[in-house]
């Protein structure tokens, strides 16, 4: 204790003689003369933000409330350099503005006023096209907010073309703000037309008549001018028409039952005629074609062209609520924004008019009016849709997109008598859909391949042709296989993989060498192929998704037989990823190969057939829907009944 006593006197004997020191210091600096300098304390460098196109929420007088980057702020308001206080200007609310906002309070605002609304006719990331404005172009700092609902941020691929549903601010020419401001139900859907056979969407010339009287719209936006045809009169444009003033011009019927043929186009009908206006739009490479017509009356060319129309009623009903919630998902979301276009008419999408319409899908049509298929959390169902089932179905992970493990509504289950009268039983008429899922034990080799090779005759397609098939390449052709893998690589090169250094890698396959050994390493839901190796020695190749899987094993020669024992030869792409595969040897190489599987298409979501064996079995179409879209709910987008 003493020796800390002593330690702490002297630290506070030193600390006398530093102060003594400074004070003798300064008294020796006064008697020379010297003047003490004064201690300046450092300037303040205020902290300035500016915050480009925000949404101010609400604005009082002591602050306002902004929205950015899809989160509110709220800042009072600030005092500028000169010591001014701000004047709150409550007028600010509910618009688009620059702020600048100095040591955390608001010192500038700048509203950006000057709004514009339009039907939209096209958009992509450097300019909106507004009808009677013309195009736009988007300031590099543009934002978008959609104020309905919920606010949150937005971007030109969430606009609702062929609508005025949005605010567009406007400075100096450019387009700074985005406000989607409402959501209605929409009645028209823009269809762009693809060339003959579908193979383009560009058309070189364009050649239309019309059953009715019709006229031409053309010409500068605010000098458009009409020009009107007789029923029957016929009317060729190309690039280098006298209409194209402009880059669009309209062909509109005089009367609302007038249809449009397209004598330059052709599908398996023949000659395509289309209700509704066409609307054609030049640009660098040839003439899009864009069909704007009632989403019914879309859907009466679109359901007989996806599902016969021999089938029964409820099936078809079926069809048409898929369809239609298919195309209203797309007119939420456009699948070619550049051309103000929804959709296109092929299976990219959904095949429209390539065959003539019947009385039964229409009515099917008129029976389901406006009705479409809701989730649980309120947005609109993936209606994934395929021929055959093979007795079970798939989950969306097969297409291995990052937005597939949130489509819980779609599981694999089988597709059998007892498993739907439990389903309905469960349902009581509304509700989900408890059933068996058997996707988790199918993933397993042994028990998939019992599986496939048995036929259970509870299953409802069971007596289809595709239900079972086998497939027989006796000798593979390594050229054809590989330039099928390098097309898929190209394609996506994450579902195409390499075995280097002790794993698989996304590489460029440069050759196949012989083919030691080729085998299904793992399965999906419902036992769907999801990854297949090809083995060449040392090497190996992983092919990944049904899809892909189905375009390597396809040698496009090869037959596909039949439950019935038919034969279908020269396909691009095996009927289904449910199948197992055996090799033949020679000299220690796969020689060729046989599969066994069953079913036609993806497997996700309704099966078509086995809707149709379910309506046949006496159920309705909301069971038919309810089963393969779990716990889902069918409405009225226009609130009718």
Avoid at 57 to 79: H, K, N, V
Avoid at 400 to 405: D, R, V
Wanted: hydrophobic share 35%; with cysteine; charged share 25%.
């Amino acid at each position: 204790m003493q020796i800390k006593a002593f330690v702490c006197l002297l630290g506070f004997l030193l600390l006398v003689l530093l102060l003594i020191g400074r004070l003798i210091a300064l008294l020796i600096s006064r008697g020379d003369g010297e003047e003490i300098p004064e201690l300046t304390p450092e300037p303040h460098v205020p902290v300035v933000e500016t915050f480009a196109n925000v949404w101010i929420m609400e604005a009082d007088q002591e602050g306002i409330l902004i929205f950015r980057d899809g989160a509110s702020e709220r800042y009072p308001w600030g005092t500028r350099e000169d010591g001014t206080k701000v004047t709150p200007d409550v007028s600010v609310r509910e618009q688009v503005a620059d702020i600048v906002v100095t040591d955390g309070g608001i010192t500038a605002v700048s509203a950006k006023r000057e709004k514009i609304n339009g039907k939209i006719l096209s958009a992509d990331d450097t300019g909106i096209e507004v009808e009677g404005y013309g195009r736009l172009p988007l300031a590099a700092d543009c934002k978008g907010y959609r104020l309905f609902d919920t606010l949150k941020m937005c971007t030109v691929n969430d606009l609702c073309f062929g609508y005025s549903f949005t605010d567009l601010c406007v400075e100096q020419g450019e387009i700074c703000g985005i406000l989607m401001v409402q959501e209605d139900a929409m009645e028209y859907i823009r269809v762009l037309l693809k060339t003959s056979n579908y193979e383009g969407i560009f058309h070189e010339e364009v050649v239309l008549t019309c059953d009715a009287g019709y006229h031409v719209l053309y010409g500068d936006y605010g000098h458009v001018q009409q020009e009107s045809h007789s029923a029957g009169d016929t009317l060729t444009v190309d690039r280098n028409s006298e209409y194209f003033v402009s880059d669009r011009i309209q062909i509109v019927p005089d009367v609302l039952t007038g249809q449009i043929a397209l004598e330059s186009c052709s599908r398996s009908q023949g000659t395509p005629a289309y209700r509704g206006q066409m609307e054609l739009l030049r640009t660098e490479e040839g003439i899009v074609v864009i069909n704007e017509v009632l989403l019914e009356e879309y859907l009466y060319s679109v359901v007989p062209s996806e599902m016969p129309a021999r089938y029964p009623a409820e099936a078809l009903k079926a069809q048409a609520i898929c369809a239609r919630t298919y195309a209203y998902g797309r007119m939420m979301h456009a699948g070619y924004p550049q051309y103000g276009a929804h959709l296109d008419d092929s299976t990219s999408f959904q095949v429209y008019n390539n065959i003539l319409e019947q009385e039964s899908t229409t009515t099917a049509v008129k029976d389901t009016y406006g009705a479409l298929l809701f989730t649980q959390d309120r947005g609109l169902a993936e209606t994934y849709y395929y021929s055959t089932s093979c007795g079970v179905g798939s989950d969306a992970n097969v297409w291995k997109t990052q937005n597939a493990p949130k489509l819980t509504y779609l599981r694999a289950k089988p597709l059998n008598k007892t498993a739907m009268t439990k389903a309905v039983a469960a349902l009581g008429g509304e509700g989900g859909t408890p059933v068996e899922n058997k996707g988790e034990e199918l993933r397993d080799e042994e028990a998939f391949a019992a599986f496939i090779r048995a036929k259970n005759p509870d299953d409802f397609e069971v007596e289809e042709n595709w239900y079972r098939w086998t497939y027989q390449v006796e000798e593979i052709d390594k050229a054809q296989m590989l330039e099928t893998l390098q097309q898929r690589y190209e394609a996506n090169n994450k579902l195409v993989l390499t075995w280097k250094d002790g794993e698989y890698v996304s590489a460029p396959i440069e050759g196949l060498s012989d083919i030691t050994d080729m085998y299904i390493e793992k399965r999906g839901s419902g036992g769907v192929a999801d990854e297949l190796v090809i083995q060449t020695g040392t090497e190996k190749i992983k092919v990944i998704s049904e899809h892909y899987i189905r375009a390597v094993l396809s040698d496009g020669e090869s037959s596909v037989v039949l439950q019935d024992g038919s034969k279908i030869a020269g396909m691009n792409l095996l009927p289904s990823g449910f199948f197992v595969i055996t090799t033949s040897i020679k000299n220690g190489n796969v020689l060729g190969y046989n599969l066994y599987g069953g079913g036609f298409g993806h497997g996700v979501g309704m099966s078509q057939n086995g809707a149709r064996d379910m309506a046949e079995s006496g159920y309705s179409a909301m069971d038919i829907l309810l089963y393969f879209y779990e716990n889902c709910a069918i409405e009225n987008i226009y609130g009718r009944s």
